[in-house]
């Protein structure tokens, strides 16, 4: 099975940077995908093919790749940031999700 | 625009059939530009992708789950269905029909608690 694999927990103080990376064997060669989900509401995308964002996604909010490391990036952190976020890439007709990193606002 | 809402059995027996359905708005269904997902999230645990279904009809599941499961797409009804059978408590999660356009999910359902008990 292929894993991606996150911190489980990162904190950051409001106004702070924050940095989220997804590890995986194959990531250099796959277009990664990030998610924010609030406690109770559904995923929300916020970054594709590594870095776009869709409309609606705040420019606080960024994507990169280096080697098999996916990392977002949560410039200027606000309190209505703290959710858990997940990565996700399509790998040999399958969908992987990452571990998950549940971000924590000071 | 698009929007996507789940609904079926909250509470399903052990060892039975798990149903859902994600009523998608609009004509995005007959217009076959999309491909439809199940995703779910067991309480206390991450994301685990279940299985999608292409514009053309073709599924791809979890290796996990390929034995008990079938999505369907239903256009005359602008819907698609989630059959999970011979369930467990291992099946309880919230469970979200999400839109696939390129290789990532837009937009998500509000999603549906599933909780498998007797």
């Known amino acids: 099975s292929y894993v991606l694999t996150q911190p489980p927990s990162v904190s950051v103080a409001p106004g702070q940077t924050a940095s989220i990376t997804c590890r995986g064997p194959n990531i250099g060669s796959q277009s990664v995908h990030w998610y924010q989900q609030k406690p109770g509401q559904a995923p929300v995308l916020i970054i594709y093919d590594d870095g776009d964002r869709p409309s609606g996604t705040p420019e606080r909010f960024s994507g990169s790749k280096s080697g098999n490391t996916a990392t977002l990036t949560i410039s200027r952190v606000e309190a209505g940031d703290e959710a858990d976020f997940f990565c996700?890439?399509?790998?040999?007709?399958?969908?992987?999700f990452g571990t998950g990193t549940k971000v924590t606002v000071l | 625009q698009l929007h996507l809402q789940e609904s079926g059995s909250g509470l399903v027996k052990p060892s039975q059939t798990l149903s859902l359905t994600c009523a998608v708005s609009g004509d995005f269904i007959r217009s076959r530009t999309y491909s439809w997902s199940w995703i779910r999230r067991p309480p206390g645990k991450g994301l685990e992708w279940v299985g999608f279904?292409?514009?053309?009809?073709?599924?791809f599941y979890n290796p996990s789950l390929k034995r008990r499961l079938t999505i369907s797409v239903d256009r005359s009804q602008n819907q698609f269905s989630l059959k999970l059978t011979s369930v467990t408590a291992a099946d309880t999660a919230v469970y979200f029909c999400?839109?696939?356009?390129?290789?990532?999910?837009?937009?998500w359902g509000q999603g549906a608690l599933v909780t498998v008990s007797s």
């Open positions: 996700q890439v399509w790998d040999t007709n399958a969908d992987f």
């Open positions: 279904i292409s514009p053309s009809g073709s599924t």
């Open positions: 999400a839109g696939v356009s390129g290789d990532w999910f837009d937009p």
